[in-house]
């Protein structure tokens, strides 16, 4: 079993490097970025986490400018997002980002992807929140033809472009894992055509999550890595995920200074030890 944490990173938290570091001496595998490219100011799009946007919404750091200072302070460690918000990135850009940042870490990108759910912030980006699922499919298709082609190009409804030249190329071939977030059929639909991993929440039961593991080996998909995100701390709560077949959690760690970051992982150090 392989434990990492999900967070947020800000200019009021330990830098990424640092966290980086302090993980990778702690024996975790992997630090997951969330991304939000702003945040409306006028926004009526819920929040599934309750009534109050927490601040780390408003301040969080570029995933992958701060994953790139993760990468340059540690050799071992998983670097991705939990999520990307492909859909409102453009995919050309988006490609050389990710593969840069595979090249800098040596191969050690976890690509995580999801729809969103700040509809202002999409339209904001120029999105229909209407048609955001079958962007981000067309993205990831397109993604993959450009990290695996020298000539690439993609004639799709959303995206379309003639051939293209674009370095560096991933070092993970044929391309980084792609991580498919979400458990709703759209999610798991997507997972099957274009994931190479699964981030289900937490809040997603252990029975469902064994229940999705076996339909994707029906669908000649399994055994796929499954993350879990958000993971609870109470040893018998995560032992039922460890039970329903996830390779790795990660636990959300709260936004903190340095001091703070630091006794929080030596928490969840001790508590993953008996799963070790």
Known sequence: MKFGVDTFVTTEGIRPDRLATALEQRGFDALLLTEHSHIPVKRESPWSGGDVLPDVYYRTFD????????????????????????????????????????????????????VGWNLEEMRNHGIDPRTRGKLLNEKLAALKEIWRDDE????????????????????????????VGGESPAALARLVRYGDGWLPRARTAPAEVRRVLSWLAEQGRGPIPATLCGAPTDPDQLAAFVDAGVDRVTFTLRTAPEPDTLRDLDELATLTERFR
């Open 152 to 179: 690439a190009e993609f004639h799709g409804t959303y995206v379309d472009f003639d051939p293209i030249f674009s370095w560096p190329k991933p070092v993970q071939r044929p391309h980084p894992p792609v991580y």
């Open 63 to 114: 995933p992958f400018v701060a994953l790139a200072a993760a990468a340059t302070a540690t050799s071992t460690l998983k670097l991705g997002t939990a999520i990307a918000l492909l859909a409102q990135r453009d995919v050309i850009q988006a490609a050389k980002e990710v593969a840069t940042l595979d090249q800098l870490s040596d191969g050690r990108v976890l690509f995580g992807v999801g």
